[in-house]
Nanobody, 121 residues
Framework: QVQLVESGGGLVQAGGSLRLSCAAS????????MGWFRQAPGKEREFLAH????????YYADSVKGRFTISRDNAKNTVDLQMNSLKPEDTAVYYC??????????????WGQGTQVTVSS
């Protein structure tokens, strides 16, 4: 069992940056791929990025590639999402997720409760 708690959301102007963090409980954190998703009002949840067990492999959706960076610290049981060059269309609730390598991008096993990110124009 893994429990995930996101933090770091807030209001930022277009072009600005935010860093989201996700704290995981449990001693099995390093066994999971970790990912970030978001859901804007009226839209389906969107996969953004994932990172492998030891952090040396990452994958990004085209919508955030080059602007967002995912990272993890297995010693601290955290996974972060650095978001740069934010746009109003990045406004959404952002979710942290944990799963196996074959489920992380589609059907993660565990979800956080989400943190709101609002980008003003």
């Amino acid at each position: 069992q893994v429990q995930l708690v996101e933090s770091g959301g807030g209001l930022v102007q277009a072009g600005g940056s935010l860093r989201l963090s996700c704290a995981a409980s449990g001693r099995t954190f390093s066994r999971y791929y970790m990912g970030w998703f978001r859901q804007a009002p009226g839209k389906e949840r969107e996969f953004l990025a994932h990172i492998n067990w030891n952090g040396d492999s990452t994958y990004y959706a085209d919508s955030v590639k080059g602007r967002f960076t995912i990272s993890r610290d297995n010693a601290k049981n955290t996974v972060d999402l650095q978001m740069n060059s934010l746009k109003p269309e990045d406004t959404a609730v952002y979710y942290c997720a944990a799963g196996a390598y074959y489920t992380i991008a589609t059907m993660p096993n565990y979800w956080g409760q989400g943190t709101q990110v609002t980008v003003s124009s």
